[in-house]
């Protein structure tokens, strides 16, 4: 399990863009991360002020990170970018609200010179609430 400083040591994303708290499982081609979603998150100001709900350009941004930390966890990409080009039936089923858990699981589904897809879904409390096909370059 990595935290916050583990995770920065793989991508190179920081607060307030670093959009994961934790990563529980990292596997060859797959991942999942946690984001405890805190009702100070600096979004909340502006989306709503009195329905707070979290973007979900947001949510699928958090999933393409946790994608970003199997691709750059592998040596050959140490010091490297991943950039997201490409996202595809991006779908949103349940709100996102202060207080959930969003567990992030993201699984690569081919990787070949430097471009890839990733198969990304978001869940709170076991219920899917975001699910989407991300494509990515490493620079």
Request: hydrophobic share 40%.
């Amino acid at each position: 399990m990595l935290d916050k400083e583990g995770i920065k040591q793989i991508i190179p994303h920081r607060e307030p863009f670093l959009l994961f708290d934790e990563l529980i499982e990292l596997k060859d081609k797959s991942a999942t991360g946690i984001k405890y979603v805190s009702e100070d998150e600096y979004y909340f100001k502006g989306h709503f002020p009195e329905q707070p709900v979290m973007p979900g350009v947001l949510i699928v941004e958090s999933l393409a990170q946790v994608g970003g930390m199997i691709a750059l966890s592998n040596p050959e990409h140490k010091g490297k970018k991943a950039y997201l080009v490409g996202i595809k039936d991006a779908k949103f089923r349940r709100m996102v609200v202060p207080g959930d858990k969003l567990v992030l699981k993201v699984t690569l589904s081919n990787f070949r010179r430097g471009f890839g897809y990733g198969e990304g879904k978001a869940y709170v409390d076991g219920e899917l609430a975001c699910e989407a096909t991300i494509s990515f370059a490493i620079r």
